[in-house]
Structures are given as C-alpha cells and as structure tokens.
C-alpha cells in the first residue's frame, strides 16, 4: 500500500529552503505530488510571481523525487486532490501551522519546519537591491571601503 504525500506552494524563484521542503515530504511516503499555484491562484493570494506558473511547474516536476506536480488553483482543491489521490499525508511548512488542520478528517496533516534565511521574497529584494536607484548607495559604500583599504595599506 503506497503511502501518497501531498503538498501545495507557488515555488517562485525555485530555491534550497523549497528543495529541503520537498525532500522531508518525500521522505514521509512513498509518492509525493506537489499543487504549484498557478499565476490567477497567485493573484488572489496577493503574490506577483517572478517565474510564470508553466516554468514553475516544469522545474517541480523535472525534481527526480517528485512523482507528480500538478496544478494548484483555488483553496477548495485540496480536500478534492486527498480524496483523488487518495493522499495519506498533507504536509506543509509551519507558516500554515493550523490553517489546513480542517482536512485532518480525510488524511493526515503535518507541518514541517522552514528553511530559514531564504525565501522567494528575499532573493526578490536582493535582486531589487541591484538596480539603478540603489547605484549611488552603492558607489558610496565602495567608496568607504575603498578608503578603508587605503588607510590600511
Ligand atoms: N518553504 C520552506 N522554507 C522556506 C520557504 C518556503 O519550507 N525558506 C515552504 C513553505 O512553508 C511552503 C512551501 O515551501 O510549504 C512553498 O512555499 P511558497 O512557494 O511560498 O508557497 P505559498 O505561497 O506559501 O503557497 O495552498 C497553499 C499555498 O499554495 C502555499
């Protein structure tokens, strides 16, 4: 009997704290299917993606351990996909700690530490950093290192 791990997320910017995700889901059973959000689901979660919702799901489902990936478009899917997949586990990260406990009638639900120090949003903001209205804070802060290093030398 195959012990089927279920498991949803946008997966912008596809990066290690998402990975280490997945992998301890994979971990938990022997089938692990993952709900990407796609970029209208986003929309009503507030989220603007980076990476369009095709390339997101192409990256989850190239992840050799992933079994299936498969479409996450609205919040009531998820007690449709536990009963079409016959789903033993959701599992989630603990920033939704609680807020899928309701479909511990028809599987299971746990919720797994994240990765901290990484995140979508994050790896957005650095790469905001890098443009032109941030070039004079920049230049400044090479210039005060530079000036260090001469005082050093
Ligand atoms: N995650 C993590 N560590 C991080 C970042 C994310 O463990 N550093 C986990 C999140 O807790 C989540 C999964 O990776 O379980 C996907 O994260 P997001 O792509 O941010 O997904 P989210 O927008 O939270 O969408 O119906 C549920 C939603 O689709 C979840």
């Not at 946008?10 to 059973?29: N, P, S, V, Y």
């Not at 089938?31 to 993606?49: H, P």
């Not at 369009?52 to 992840?63: C, L």
Request: glycine share 8%.
């Amino acid at each position: 009997m195959k012990t089927t791990v279920l498991t949803y997320g946008t997966f912008d910017l596809f990066h290690h704290g998402h990975l280490k995700l997945l992998t301890r889901l994979k971990a938990l059973g022997d089938r692990l299917i993952v709900g990407v959000s796609t970029d209208e689901f986003n929309a009503g979660k507030g989220k603007k993606t980076i990476i369009p919702f095709a390339d997101r799901i192409e990256i989850v489902q190239s992840i050799k351990f992933v079994d299936l990936a498969i479409p996450e478009t609205d919040w009531g899917q998820k007690a449709r996909d536990i009963v079409a997949y016959d789903v033993a586990i959701l599992g989630m990260g603990h920033d939704w700690e609680g807020k899928f406990d309701h479909l511990g009638s028809l599987c299971k639900v746990v919720y797994l530490p994240r990765t901290e120090g990484i995140s979508s949003t994050q790896i957005k903001q650095s790469l905001g950093y890098f443009d032109k209205s941030h070039l004079s804070d920049l230049k400044a802060s090479l210039d005060t290192i530079s000036s260090i290093i001469e005082r050093l030398r």
